[in-house]
C-alpha cells in the first residue's frame, strides 16, 4: 500500500530544482484564437513531462515512471547532476517497495548532499519510510525473515529529528515516535518522548498535546497497588498543571474525573499496603495505614473500607482521628 503513495514528490522537486538551475520562471498560458491554449513559457515543455509522470505514478506504472524520467533527464540536460541521479536512484528503489535499501540510499543522499536542492525531499521520502516502520511494516532479516521495523521507524524519525531542527517536519517525526510507543502499550518510553517534545516546544498545541500526553502515559503506566505509586503521582501532577493552564479543554477531557480515578488508586494503595501488615499480624502498622487513608481521601472507596478494618481492629470502635 505505500508502493507507490508518494512518489508524486519527484515532480514537486524536478520543478524545485530546474527552477534553482535553469532560472526558469512559472508556466503561462494565454488562449488563441479558436480557443486553443497556447503554451508560451520556456519550461511548458518540462512541465508536461512533470504532469505526465505524476499522472504515470498515480496509476502505479513503475517501468514507464523510470522510462519518463529518463526521457526527462535527456530532454532537460540541465537539472543533471550526482545528487539528481543519487536521488532518482533512491526513488526508484522506494517504488519498487524496497523499503531497506531506498532507506539506506537516502541516508547516503543525506551524507553526501546536505546542500543539495533535493534535501528537504529526500527528508520528507524518509519520514514516508519511517512512518510505514512505525505503523507495522515488516522489514527484511538477514535477507529471508521479516519483522516488524518499529525499532528502524524509531532510529530514522530521530535522525530527521536532529537534522530537521526545529521545523514543522521534526515535530511531526517526534510526535510519530511518541504516538507509536502509546499505541503499543510502551507507556514508559512514551512519556519519555511527550517530555521531550514538552521540553523543546513548550507552548501553542503541540506543547498542550504534550502535556497531556504526558499525564496520559504516566497514568497507564501504572500497573496496580503492588507497584509503586510514583506513576500515579506524576500523572496528577501533569492533569492537574494541564488544568490550570487549559481549563476549557479540562472540562471538555474530564480532567476532574482523571483526577478523582486517581485519588481513588493512591487511596487503594495505601489500603493494600495496611491490609498486607494486618494479614501479617501487625494491626497497629495496619492501623496507621488504613488511618492515613482516612485523612487524605475521606470520600474515597478505599476510605469506606478502612474504617470497617480499624473498627474490627480496635475490638468494635473506629479509631479516633
Known sequence: MYRYV???IVATAFVVLL????????????????EQWKAVSAEDKYVLAVAEIKRKVNMGETKAVAEAIGQLQEDFPEIAGPDLNAFLGAEMLYCE????KAGRAYEKFLSAYPQSELYEA????QFAIATAYLGGQKRPVLGVFKMRGYAEGERVMDKIID???DSPLSMKAA?????????????????????EISSRWPTGQIGKDALLGMARCKHAAYKGPKYDSTHLIGAKSYYERYK??????????????????????LAYKQFSIGEHYQQAGSRQAANLYYQMVLDDWPESTAAEMA?????????GEETEK
Not at 527552477?19 to 479558436?34: F, N, P
Not at 517497495?97 to 531497506?100: L, P, Q
Not at 510526535?175 to 517530555?195: I, P, Q, T
Not at 490550570?244 to 488508586?265: F, H, N, S, T
Request: charged residues 40%.
Open 6 to 8: 508518494r512518489l508524486i
Open 19 to 34: 527552477s534553482a538551475r535553469c532560472g526558469l520562471t512559472a508556466e503561462t498560458w494565454r488562449l488563441e484564437a479558436g
Open 97 to 100: 517497495g524496497k523499503f531497506t
Open 122 to 125: 529526500v527528508l520528507d521520502r
Open 163 to 165: 537534522r530537521a531542527g
Open 175 to 195: 510526535l510519530a515516535v511518541a504516538d507509536s510507543y502509546e499505541r503499543r502499550g510502551k507507556f514508559v518510553e512514551a512519556h519519555e518522548r511527550w517530555s
Open 244 to 265: 490550570m493552564r487549559y481549563p476549557r479543554d479540562a472540562e471538555e477531557l474530564d480532567v476532574d474525573g482523571k483526577l478523582e480515578q486517581i485519588d481513588e488508586q
Open 307 to 315: 474504617r470497617e478494618r480499624m473498627t474490627g481492629n480496635t475490638g
